[in-house]
């Protein structure tokens, strides 16, 4: 779907659901200093808290190590 400063976001399905989702992929890697982590952190706070029709809905942050692997979302290919 697209790609940012530190990862991509793919689309996904939430198997439960059949919703279609976003899936935002952080590559660690690519967050290299004390800066770029209080971005991601402020990030995700305020997608946590934002309740508005035109701002995504945070269902949840995982950390994780690859393969990406989840019982409830699967990411579309």
């Given at each position: 779907m697209g790609q940012g400063t530190f990862g991509k976001v793919r689309l996904g399905t939430h198997l439960i659901t059949g919703e279609k989702v976003?899936?935002?992929?952080?590559?660690?890697?690519?967050?290299?200093d004390q800066?770029?982590?209080e971005r991601v952190t402020r990030e995700i706070h305020?997608?946590?808290?934002?309740?508005?029709?035109?701002?995504?809905?945070?269902?949840?942050?995982?950390i994780q190590i690859f393969p990406l692997f989840n019982q409830s979302l699967q990411i579309n290919r």
């Open positions: 976003a899936i935002k992929i952080l590559e660690k890697d690519k967050i290299k800066s770029d982590v305020i997608l946590k808290i934002v309740r508005h029709p035109n701002v995504i809905q945070l269902y949840e942050v995982r």
